[in-house]
């Protein structure tokens, strides 16, 4: 079965090459998927990474450019495709760079996410979790409640109003978004038709848009003041979506203007946020996400929780609602004021926040001297390398982490297993369907710390 795939206009421009590229499409057989949703085949003895082909797919890929190890390409025609191969739903897709699974089933994308994560487990990790949960799934389309939306103008005065173009920096001109909240689904033509006939809007640098459970937030970035036709255009489209409206000045340090803070529920909790706070973009797998965490930590009124990189309390307030004692931890003084408000509005006082910069030596901070018997760790995509052995030397019985980068955790897992923790309990979660993007679970369990090699003098006697 032959399927023809238009090439993605705009590719980014080929080095030049120590031997000529091929000029005309060159017949691969797609072996895997790299972990940026590429598929993966051999030409000429090297790797070569191609968009928009799957494993056990046999492709005709254009070659667009040579790295030392590896080539990069396109899929030109699908010559014989996977039983997985999908027609993607969005019209944008071949252009867009937000998604990049959408010609790939949902289940194998769920399946082929957990099986990159346990790769990289034991590779790099030297490690295989003892239980392997099901993954928490939840709808695959308009899930998003979190987006930054770029906006720049072409030379003939058009407004552009989308995301970048897939391998650029240019944006993608769209219409509507297949995996964006569908309360703003439409937000891309509605802002580019108000724009139109405006003036100069190049200095509207862009727009994010961030939902609560109602209303939310509609903010600007600007190089400058904006005018007041612009002004009147966004109010308007503010009130059409019920968001309010904020401007941020770039280099400007004022406070956004807020009648009342957007908040979303967990666990019959408010949780209240402001522009710019961080937010779990898929509400329904946040929800899951809490229960199975409660779950894997059996939580006790007696337990002392650690939370590290706490936010706004995302995951300290459901814990603390279990009667356990939490202590939450943060580098953003704002998120943990907001934190601290979000805990007094949901009547919890067996909760306490710290700011701290969780890359420094702890040992000093009197939080930190605390007694701890399970920690909470939620980093950001570096991951915690520098962290582990201070929390291991709490010893606490249980640390469950939260990743959203499979090789900082499997690096973090080999770190933890050098410390004698275990990975009792493992799990994905789609928080990002039609994209490459993994978040995962997993429990660690205390065990006993692995005594370190001595290492022997290897020179002569020393005569004294």
């Known amino acids: 079965m032959k399927q023809n795939r238009s090439h993605t206009p705009n590719q980014p421009p080929a080095r030049k090459s120590a031997h000529p590229l091929p000029t005309e499409p060159v017949e691969l057989s797609i072996e895997s998927l790299s972990y940026d949703g590429r598929g993966v085949g051999r030409y000429q003895g090297k790797a070569a990474f191609i968009d928009n082909a799957l494993p056990g797919e046999q492709v005709l890929a254009r070659l667009s450019e040579e790295k030392a190890r590896f080539y990069l390409g396109y899929t030109e025609t699908v010559v014989a495709a996977s039983s997985h191969r999908i027609d993607p739903a969005c019209p944008h897709y071949q252009q867009c760079g937000g998604c990049d699974l959408q010609h790939l089933d949902n289940d194998a994308q769920i399946e082929l996410k957990q099986t990159q994560v346990l790769e990289q487990l034991q590779r790099i ?134 009648d009342s803070l957007t908040s979303y529920t967990l666990n019959q909790l408010e949780l209240k946020f402001r522009p710019g706070d961080f937010i779990q973009v898929n509400a329904e797998i946040n929800q899951q996400m809490l229960h199975k965490a409660c779950q894997l930590l059996e939580l006790k009124p007696e337990d002392q929780v650690l939370d590290l990189f706490c936010g706004l309390g995302n995951f300290s307030l459901p814990v603390a609602r279990t009667g356990a004692s939490v202590t939450g931890v943060e580098g953003s003084l704002s998120m943990v004021e907001q934190a601290e408000r979000n805990a007094l509005h949901n009547q919890l006082q067996n909760c306490r926040f710290f700011c701290a910069n969780l890359a420094d030596n702890l040992k000093g901070l009197q939080w930190f001297r605390q007694s701890y018997n399970k920690i909470i760790l939620d980093p950001p995509r570096t991951g915690a390398a ?79």
Not at 413 to 434: A, I, K, N, W
């Open 125 to 258: 990790g030297h490690t295989q979790p003892e239980k392997i949960s099901t993954a928490l799934t939840a709808t695959n389309w308009n899930y998003r409640r979190s987006a930054r939306i770029g906006i720049n103008q072409l030379f003939d005065g058009e407004p552009i109003v989308g995301f970048r173009r897939r391998g650029s920096h240019l944006l993608c001109q769209i219409d509507s978004c297949a995996v964006l909240d569908s309360r703003v689904a439409d937000i891309f033509s509605r802002v580019r038709e108000a724009l139109r006939d405006t003036g100069d809007i190049k200095y509207i640098t862009q727009l994010d848009v961030d939902l609560g459970d109602q209303g939310g937030y509609l903010s600007l970035r600007l190089k400058k003041q904006l005018s007041d036709e612009h002004r009147d255009v966004f109010t308007a489209l503010a009130t059409h979506y019920g968001l309010s409206l904020q401007l941020q000045v770039i280099g400007s340090d004022s406070d956004p203007d807020i």
């Open 386 to 464: 520098t962290l582990i052995p201070q929390i291991c030397s709490l010893r606490p019985e249980l640390i469950l982490y939260i990743s959203c980068n499979p090789g900082a955790l499997a690096r973090d897992s080999r770190l933890l297993g050098e410390e004698g923790y275990h990975l009792r309990e493992f799990l994905v979660m789609d928080m990002f369907p039609q994209t490459h993007h993994i978040e995962s679970m997993a429990l660690f369990v205390r065990g006993k710390k692995k005594a370190r090699k001595k290492k022997l003098f290897a020179g002569k006697g020393i005569s004294r």
